[in-house]
T-cell receptor, first 114, second 114 residues
Framework: AQSVAQPEDQVNVAEGNPLTVKCTYS??????LFWYVQYPNRGLQFLLK??????LVKGSYGFEAEFNKSQTSFHLKKPSALVSDSALYFC????????????FGAGTRLFVKA | SAVISQKPSRDICQRGTSLTIQCQVD?????MFWYRQQPGQSLTLIAT?????????ESGFVIDKFPISRPNLTFSTLTVSNMSPEDSSIYLC???????????FGEGSRLTVL
């Protein structure tokens, strides 16, 4: 069965510093991997995805993520954090082998301090 | 991308009653799903809404409690039946296409059962 782990409940970073939000996954075969962001009292917004190709994928709002097959990781990164990046971030995985359903990690709350 | 409209956005209901949540997508999509989310927590997949046929439910969710309809590609409803306080949650509609993979979400329906 597919699963996603986000080991950090919360990440704190100062504005202007780089940020990393960690994600590891377990799925049979090669997965589709996603990051979503949720602002207070809002639905989820798609940030970026890895389907195939270059291991470094770029997404919305300056975010990027690196797919590492050997470590089964897909960490979210941004070179310079903004206070407005403070939100709840979800890593998600979809199995390529037939099902379309997407499974979400527990979420990591990012606090960016001015 | 797709814009998803959900209604009601919130409701307060009495124990034992039922509530139907509507989800409308502004473009044709392949997949539609219903998730449940406790505020600030992860998403739990309830079911896949299948066009013109019975929904596919995840473990722990049954049709009698959460009947789902999807009469066409762009519209779906989720009913929460015979509600109890434990059903208080945010219900999220999501949709996407099989070839791109990412999901788009409605703003959610926040349900409080007294």
């Amino acid at each position: 069965a597919q699963s996603v782990a986000q080991p950090e409940d919360q990440v704190n970073v100062a504005e202007g510093n780089p940020l990393t939000v960690k994600c590891t996954y377990s799925v049979s075969g090669n997965p589709y991997l996603f990051w979503y962001v949720q602002y207070p009292n809002r639905g989820l917004q798609f940030l970026l995805k890895y389907i195939t190709g270059d291991n470094l994928v770029k997404g919305s709002y300056g975010f990027e993520a690196e797919f590492n097959k050997s470590q089964t990781s897909f960490h979210l990164k941004k070179p310079s954090a903004l206070v407005s990046d403070s939100a709840l971030y979800f890593c998600a995985v979809r199995d390529r082998t037939g099902g379309f359903k997407t499974i979400f990690g527990a979420g990591t709350r990012l606090f960016v301090k001015a | 991308s797709a814009v998803i409209s959900q209604k009601p956005s919130r409701d307060i209901c009495q124990r034992g009653t039922s509530l139907t949540i509507q989800c409308q997508v502004d473009s044709q999509v392949t997949m539609m799903f219903w998730y449940r989310q406790q505020p600030g927590q992860s998403l739990t997949l309830i079911a896949t809404a299948n066009q013109g046929s019975e929904a596919t439910y995840e473990s722990g969710f049954v049709i009698d409690k959460f009947p789902i309809s999807r009469p066409n590609l762009t519209f779906s409803t989720l009913t929460v039946s015979n509600m109890s306080p434990e059903d208080s949650s945010i219900y999220l509609c999501s949709a996407g296409t099989a070839n791109t993979g990412e999901l788009f979400f409605g703003e959610g329906s926040r349900l409080t059962v007294l």
